[in-house]
């Protein structure tokens, strides 16, 4: 069968295996039918839900101070929940820039109340991070925020900021699971599933009971995490099938031998191509400062926007797709999340090496 080497930001790649997997259940999970045909009150999806919520913290190493919900509105709707259930007139909402998203999640926060810049690369034009080890945050803050992987951007935290008493909350959409992170100093993490865990439609939110208890601000309840919390995420109809492949694919993590050997390959396949990069002589020129290069989105750019078209024309002709950096920065990004096999990177970083060869 042939599978084209999908570089896609997201949606993206899947595990082959887990694709089989849901084909061969995709008519009849059970009882004749097909797990998107049954009610998410009967006792097969209430079963699902808590095997994948036992699976997702066995695999990030948390205990049962922490609740696995599951929503939709992806990572989007929750840059709003979060200030919506936490921040108040007395307590602001901090949050560390640091690429489109995370400041993304700021202005969301803005139209709610109180929000707070503590550290901001947007000077340096999101090319490198900001320092977070010697932040003021305000002891009475809410929260600090902040995103661990620049999806669009294409950098990665490798330091993590401590806020003393101030819960830390960690956008994870695009390294979640990637990679081995001091989970238990997060208050709450999130990520939506069409990164690292499962096709689009699902996201997975981890918070600690301490800040759940402080959600105390009047606020619909279908946007209040107790709500999904008290309700084993099943207060409204969720979208089960998405839920059902984020547990197949955390499975395929379990079975890779988690992410202490997933994280081996991902930086075995990241240094592929930043190899190519990096001996390219300037012809290939990564987007972001060395130490803050991401191992899930690499980016670069090269001569012209003209030279990058071709670039993104003739991968497509060799078999790639997904490599057009986004539409708002330009340039060219590999996105090689966990189900990206290193032969895709092998594959890549060739053609590079060819394409310089040909056109350089
Ligand atoms: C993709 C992404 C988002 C947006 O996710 P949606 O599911 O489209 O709302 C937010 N944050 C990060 C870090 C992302 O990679």
Known sequence: ???????????????????????????????????????????DVEQ???ETQQIMLEILGLDSQYQVLFMSGGASMQFAMVP????????????VLSGSFSEKAYKEAQTVGNAKIVASSKPQNWCSLPAVNDL??????????????????GSQFHDFPSAGSVPLIGDMTSDLLSRKMAFNEFSMLYASAQ????????TVVVIRDDLLKACVNPIPTIL???????????????????????????EWVKRQGGITEIEKVNVQKANLLYDVIDSSGGYYKGFIEKPFRSMMNITWRMRDEELEKLFVQESELHGFDGLAGHRSVGGLRASAYNAVPIQACKDLAEFMIDFQKRKG
């Open 195 to 202: 990164k690292n865990l499962g096709p689009a439609g699902a």
């Open 224 to 250: 209040n995490y107790k709500t999904y919390a008290q309700n084993n995420s099943l207060y409204n109809t969720p979208p089960v099938h998405s839920i059902y492949m984020m547990k197949l694919v955390l």
């Open 136 to 153: 003021r945050v305000d002891p009475e803050a809410a929260y600090l925020h902040f995103t661990t992987n620049n999806t669009i951007e």
């Open 48 to 50: 699902l839900f808590e």
């Open 84 to 95: 919506l259930n936490f921040m108040s007139a007395k307590r602001n909402g901090s949050y």
């Open 1 to 43: 069968m042939y599978r084209i080497n999908n570089f896609n930001p997201g949606p993206a790649a899947l595990p082959l295996e887990v694709l089989h997997q849901a084909q061969d259940k995709f008519i009849a999970y059970r009882n004749g039918m097909s797990i998107m045909e049954m009610s998410h009150r009967s006792r």
